[in-house]
């Protein structure tokens, strides 16, 4: 069992590919649909950080759209009221993120679960839109706050393709990093909660603490998303964060698999290329939508990285209950 | 080691950027025989109510087509969902440049997505003319290529504000309205002009997209005893607004907003009683359905037989028949610069739709500069310049 | 003002009452919160509509055709949607309803999309003034209604063996198996019955709302806030909690600020979590560890 794993880990390594051959992407796109993948890396944290939080931790915890949001509107902020180069923004907003995270765990620390946690949090995050809405001083209301794409640290940001390899670095970055973090101590802790919070306390371990990492971690990951959302449309609005946002980022996760780290990426891409697909058909997407979302629901309940598990073990992750 | 990979990313990543892309080509998206354009509107969603504005222009084009195109070209309109959310509108302004290549764009509800896409198209350099979208900050201060078509939100606000004054001894004016950008373009500019005639609201409520009921909005108003409302409601909400009012005995005057209309708002109501006193913003030379605007109410009707007419689908049509203008002044050797120089030279154009005239120049994009209201009198929606004064 | 302002939140509150109400049963049945229930009210809403304007049956009978319609639709989504993955992560459960309800906003869209629509004025009654009280036709018709289907609802569910029955599988599942009790069945006909509670709630608000379809979205947090505010899992406790949040939005909306209205309904859920999480009637939801 143990060398099996340890070699499945080194043959892991294989995974690095997909960077190293999305390098080359830029190559093949027109500003369009380098934007639109530019959005797939964007997603792709953000419906990692929710994974990591309903997927790992179990929990239904329905704030990511928050995190989301005080990401986008600390990056902004910071670029237009402090100044700050938006790379300068990109660490604050994955604090600002974190807080949230905190905040939002305060909730399932009371001892609340399931539905009526999910109930706390999505009020958490509608909460945050009304403030982005009501306090124009600070977050421009619902004109929108721009954020600024001056040249950073010589790197020319109006660019789709420069801001698609700065995206690219920082979700490789942290992609790598949930993968450690979930296959450390901690990591194993946090699906010892999901599966039975009781015995795991029972053992020693501090529970709260580690829903409040899990909590963190997923609104550190989903604030810089919001950073780079903030970037990528260059203004951020309150309607950017509301309900619709929150079910499409819900979507990404069940589609790609539930705690899955591949599982993140490809729901992310997959849901994120949709919409553009059936532009063709205006007024059909929620129909599109929701019909996709209920079929890969019911044949294929663990979602799109299952398919990639039956291909390969390498896919199967370890921390994921068969 | 696991890092060289970015490094290399982000030096291909930087050689391909100093590249740069290619220069705005003048006559990208035409043939011999056809003009491409890109036609952005809220087809989903739910702001979709707005995207009659966008079936209004297609319907035009079709006529123009019909009518043998310009210069022997048709236009072929490329639509594109917004779904009114800056980020999708983004991805589509996008599409229409660099994938469908399109000639020029025209169209666009909701200002959010409008002011969220012009930086792209700024950079981008084709003709747009925005056919909805009241946002000032949209077309001011001008930029080359970004014509505004319909009045803005300064011209309607004033517009509405300047109705509300011109009733006698008007003190009191209170504001109720939605926590949007679509509400806001128009109670900015009033309240400005408000202020400017030294009169501070008396009562700023708000009523929220989705609210089934007014009662707290309404009976504050009846403690604030106004003058006049402004309200920047939606059409549910606005209908909503005026039963309430109804209900509870109030029956002060309501100056709405060009995203309601008369006709449709007594449809919604039910008994003129409730709407008698509800006046809004009327950009038309006409009622809606009066004998002038019946030629457009047929032709929108020829090309979309089950739409149901509202306000919201004629106001784009104004701004196409200025472009039409301007693209029989380019010839047949149509450039970008071409198009754009013939805009500018647009003057006192009657579209024979807006009530305001279009004129354009290098100096100011706004075209529309003016708004009329319409309002209920003996029963019948009647045009007003000022209160009780006939167009 | 104050009592034209209470007046006027219990007819609203009425109405989250009666949502709050459906989302319960289906709760205390399934474990389930169903996320796409604001678009079965919406639906319930729409078919009245349809019926009304476009078939010309009268108000009544729509309705009624519509409730029973929306019965079978809850009863086939349970059937066909959540059946399969019962066994499966709440996470799945309640993005499949968000789905479905996702769904039928995407047809009622396509089909109505671009139009606001009136519901024919169905109860003429003239209002009735007490003072400078006025008591609407409407307000005095969805009190009446939900006052009735209270009555009805509570008095099959604590005086008859039916409701006995149903008490039974709200305590114990397995119990309710030993003895003979089809639980499929009963999840079947919770969600039908909740289904079909929504879609009261629809046409009640039909006529005083218009209808375009996002007019459920609202309406299923104002639920969500009455069923924390009651009690999470409680009948009684979600219709007193959707009265007291109808009249908490008249009341902040007109004592502190409009602004508020909208979010009176998250304001409470925060501070029910706050100060008692259980809620007013809650048991005990609280994990302790």
């Known amino acids: ?322 | ?391 | 003002m104050f009592l034209q302002l209470t007046l006027s939140g219990v007819s609203q509150g009425a109405i989250y009452a009666l949502i709050a109400l459906s989302l319960t049963v289906v709760y205390r049945s399934t474990t389930i919160v169903s996320f796409g229930h604001g678009d079965f009210v919406m639906a319930g809403a729409f078919l009245t509509y349809v019926l009304v304007v476009a078939i010309g049956i009268a108000f009544l009978p729509a309705s009624l055709i519509a409730i029973v319609a929306m019965f079978l639709l809850g009863v086939a989504f349970s059937r066909g949607l959540i059946g399969p993955i019962r066994g499966g992560p709440h996470v799945g459960l309640a993005l499949m309803s968000i789905s479905f309800g996702f769904t039928l906003r995407g047809i009622a869209r396509t089909v109505w999309g671009r139009e606001v629509l009136p519901m024919p004025r169905v109860f003429d009654i003239d209002p009735i003034f007490i003072g400078s009280v006025v008591i609407t036709g409407d307000a005095l018709f969805i009190i009446s209604i939900v006052a009735v289907l209270l009555v009805v609802f509570f008095t099959v569910l604590h005086f008859t063996d039916i409701g006995k029955m149903v008490q039974a599988v709200y305590q114990s599942e397995r119990g309710a198996r030993l003895i003979g009790i089809d639980v499929e069945r009963f999840h079947n006909f919770s969600w039908g019955l909740g289904a079909a509670l929504g879609a009261v709630a629809g046409v009640l608000i039909a006529p005083i709302s218009l209808l375009h379809p996002d007019l459920g979205a609202s309406f299923l947090i104002k639920g969500f806030a009455a069923m924390t505010l009651g009690g999470f899992g409680s009948l009684a406790g979600a219709v007193l909690g959707g009265l007291l949040l109808g009249v908490a939005e008249q009341y902040s909306g007109a004592y502190i600020d409009t602004t508020l209205i909208d979010i009176t309904a998250y304001l409470l859920i925060i501070a029910v979590l706050l100060i008692r999480p259980r809620g007013l009637f809650g048991r005990k939801v609280v994990v302790k560890v």
């Open chain 1, 1 to 322: 069992m143990q060398t099996s794993t340890g070699t499945l880990s080194k043959r892991r390594r294989i995974f690095w590919l997909v960077p190293l051959i999305a390098l080359a992407l830029p190559l093949l796109t027109n500003p369009y649909t380098q934007f639109i993948a530019n959005a797939m890396l964007i997603y792709t944290l953000v419906t990692l950080g929710f994974s990591v939080v309903i997927g790992n931790l179990g929990q239904l915890a329905f704030a990511n759209t928050a995190f989301f949001g005080i990401g986008a509107y600390a990056s902004a902020i910071a670029s237009t009221n402090l100044g700050l180069p938006w790379l300068a923004t990109v660490p604050l907003a994955g604090l600002a993120g974190a807080f949230g995270g905190f905040l939002a765990s305060a909730a399932a620390l009371r001892g609340i679960r399931l539905y009526y946690l999910a109930i706390v949090t999505m009020a958490f995050g509608e909460l945050m839109r009304w403030f982005y809405t009501h306090t124009g001083v600070l977050t421009g209301g619902t004109d929108g706050l721009p954020v600024s794409r001056e040249r950073d640290f010589g790197l020319a940001l109006t660019s789709d393709t420069v801001q698609f390899y700065v995206f690219l670095i920082i979700t490789c970055l942290l992609v790598a990093g949930t993968v450690n973090l979930l296959r450390s101590r901690i990591g194993r802790a946090i699906i010892a909660v999901r599966e039975n919070e009781i015995a795991t306390a029972s053992l020693g371990i501090p529970t709260s603490q580690i829903i409040v990492t899990a909590f963190m971690w997923s609104g550190f990951i989903v604030g810089i998303a919001g950073a780079m959302f903030a970037l990528h449309t260059g203004r951020v609005f309150p309607e950017s964060f509301g309900l619709t946002q929150l079910i499409v980022n819900f979507a990404m996760v069940l589609v790609g698999g539930l705690g899955s780290v591949a599982g993140a990426v490809l729901g992310a891409v997959a849901l994120t290329a949709l919409p553009e697909y059936v532009r063709a058909f205006p007024g059909m997407e929620e129909i599109f939508f929701g019909v996709i979302v209920m079929v890969v629901l019911l044949v294929m309940p663990k979602g799109l990285a299952s398919l990639l598990a039956r291909v390969s073990p390498i896919f199967q992750q370890r921390y994921h209950r068969d």
């Open chain 2, 1 to 391: 080691m696991k890092f060289k990979p970015k490094k290399l990313g982000l030096l291909v990543g930087l050689a391909l950027a100093a590249t740069g892309s290619a220069a705005a080509d003048e006559t990208t998206g035409l043939t011999d025989d056809s003009i491409k354009i890109g036609v952005m509107g809220p087809f989903s969603g739910n702001a979709s109510s707005y995207s009659k504005a966008e079936i209004g222009l297609m319907a035009f084009y079709q006529m123009i087509n019909d009518e043998g195109g310009i210069n022997g070209r048709k236009i072929v309109a490329v639509q594109e969902d917004t779904g009114c959310d800056p980020a999708k509108a983004l991805a589509a302004a996008k599409k229409l440049i660099h994938q469908d290549e399109v000639f020029m764009l025209h169209g666009n509800s909701c200002s959010g997505a409008a002011v969220a896409i012009k930086p792209e198209i700024v950079d981008a350099g084709l003709p747009w003319i925005v056919a909805h979208a009241v946002s000032d900050t949209i077309s001011v201060p001008p930029v080359e290529n970004i014509f505004h078509g319909v009045p803005t939100g300064n011209t309607n606000g004033e517009a509405m504000a300047a109705f509300v004054l011109s009733k006698p001894d008007t003190k009191k004016v209170a504001i109720v309205e939605h926590s949007n950008d679509w509400a806001h373009s128009y109670s900015n500019p009033a309240r400005a002009y408000l202020k400017g005639h030294g009169i501070e609201p008396v009562a700023e409520l708000v009523m929220e997209r989705g609210q089934t009921d007014a009662t707290a909005q309404v009976l504050k108003l009846r403690q604030a005893n106004p003058d006049f409302i402004i309200g920047a409601l939606y059409e549910a909400e606005t209908a909503i607004f005026l039963r309430d009012m109804k209900k509870y005995g109030l029956d002060t005057p309501v100056m709405g907003t060009a995203g309601t209309d008369l006709e449709n708002t007594l449809k919604r109501v039910g008994d003129l009683d409730t709407v008698k006193n509800y006046f809004v913003l009327h950009p038309y030379v006409d009622n809606l359905d009066g004998p002038l605007m019946k030629k457009w109410a047929d032709m929108i009707h020829k090309y979309y037989p089950d739409e149901e007419l509202t306000n919201f689908s004629y106001i784009s049509i104004g701004s196409g028949v200025a472009l039409v203008e301007a693209l029989k002044a380019a010839g047949p050797d149509l450039t970008r610069s071409k198009v754009m120089a013939e805009l500018d030279k647009i003057e006192n154009l009657d579209t024979g739709i807006l009530s305001s005239t279009i004129t354009w120049s290098p100096e100011e994009h706004r075209g529309a500069k003016s708004s009329a209201v319409a309002g209920f009198v003996d029963g019948q929606p009647t045009v007003l310049k000022a209160w009780n004064t006939p167009y």
